[in-house]
């Protein structure tokens, strides 16, 4: 399976391991599984962490590439098709994060693992809710 972790996920994957489901945490060690993450979730972390949300150490670049060769975390574009695709899809909410992560979902064919349960109701893209 390709999972595409929702930003909470991959958060809480790293730093508070036991807000994941058994379900979640079982899929995310699989070796079959492929792990995905959007260049919006850098962002969207680098953001908590300059609001003091998230405390990242020793600091937010380091820790994230830290994490990223550590998890071994492939790369999901963000492309034209993406930023287009945001339009033909039944958000729940007006997050421009979740946007461009559930469209990339949709464009490249990824499950999106989150634990968002409006976002996990769309039947757009498949989905692995954290529940």
Known sequence: ????????????????????????????????????LSAVSI?????LHDKGRVKL?????????????RL????????FEVALAISS???????PADGFI???AKVFGLTLVTADQQL?????IAVLSNR
């Open 120 to 124: 996990a109701k769309l039947k757009d």
């Open 43 to 47: 962002w969207e972390l680098r953001l």
């Open 1 to 36: 399976m390709k999972l595409l972790l929702d930003t909470h996920i991959w958060v809480w994957s790293v730093l508070e391991p036991e807000r994941l489901s058994p379900r979640v945490a079982r899929q995310l060690i699989n070796p079959h599984n492929e792990i995905w």
């Open 57 to 69: 150490i020793p600091d937010a670049v380091t820790w994230i590439n830290d994490n990223l060769s």
């Open 89 to 95: 899809l039944n958000l729940p909410h007006n997050d």
């Open 102 to 104: 559930v469209a990339t």
């Open 72 to 79: 071994n975390i492939r790369e999901a574009p963000l492309t």
